[in-house]
């Protein structure tokens, strides 16, 4: 079991080691500039963990215990995805062009898109909790009415 671990492990560690070679190629030849870089690549993970992921949390607990069961699962999968939608989209949505240029990345509208995408998977989530309240109610009633055989 433990040298399965470590058999996993080893990708993971040759892939950071990889990421440090070529951060360091990089960051080498233009040091005193590429100190913002490596606070921009440390920063992501911290501002992650210490304000994204304990936001969500609380909100899919709060949601847990405010909401009737059918609406519960669609809400907390809609609140993670606007969480992380709002998390991958902060740069851009921060300043126009918050991460090097792309072809097509700043073509369009930011916050446009983003208010797109967020629209669709708040329909779905609304759509599915619809239909689960549905089901759930003719669970119900399928309980309640007697059954007649003819």
Same mark, same amino acid.
């Given at each position: *079991?433990? @040298?399965? !671990?470590?058999?996993?492990?080893?990708? %993971?560690?040759?892939?950071?080691?990889?990421?440090?070679?070529?951060?360091?190629?990089?960051?080498?030849?233009?040091?005193?500039?590429?100190? =913002? @870089?490596?606070?921009?690549? %440390?920063?992501?993970?911290?501002?992650?963990?210490?304000?994204? =992921?304990?936001?969500?949390?609380?909100?899919?607990?709060?949601?847990? !215990?405010?909401?009737?069961?059918?609406? !519960?699962?669609? *809400?907390?999968?809609?609140?993670?995805?606007?969480?992380?939608?709002?998390?991958?989209?902060?740069?851009?949505?921060w300043r126009a062009y918050g991460v090097p240029p792309?072809?097509?990345?700043?073509?369009?509208? =930011?916050?446009?898109?983003?208010?797109?995408?967020?629209?669709?998977?708040?329909?779905?989530?609304?759509?599915?909790?619809?239909?689960?309240?549905?089901?759930?109610?003719? !669970?119900?009633?399928?309980?309640?009415?007697?059954?007649?055989?003819?």
């Open positions: *079991m433990k @040298t399965a !671990r470590i058999l996993l492990g080893l990708p %993971g560690l040759a892939a950071l080691a990889y990421g440090v070679v070529l951060f360091l190629d990089y960051a080498g030849p233009a040091w005193p500039d590429s100190g =913002t @870089t490596l606070l921009w690549i %440390g920063g992501g993970p911290i501002v992650n963990d210490a304000v994204f =992921t304990p936001a969500a949390g609380l909100v899919g607990l709060l949601l847990a !215990r405010v909401l009737p069961r059918p609406w !519960r699962g669609p *809400m907390q999968v809609g609140a993670v995805l606007t969480a992380v939608l709002g998390f991958v989209g902060l740069p851009l949505l792309k072809p097509g990345l700043h073509d369009g509208n =930011t916050w446009l898109g983003l208010l797109a995408t967020l629209a669709v998977v708040w329909g779905v989530v609304l759509a599915v909790s619809i239909v689960r309240i549905v089901q759930v109610r003719h !669970r119900a009633a399928q309980k309640i009415r007697p059954r007649v055989r003819s």
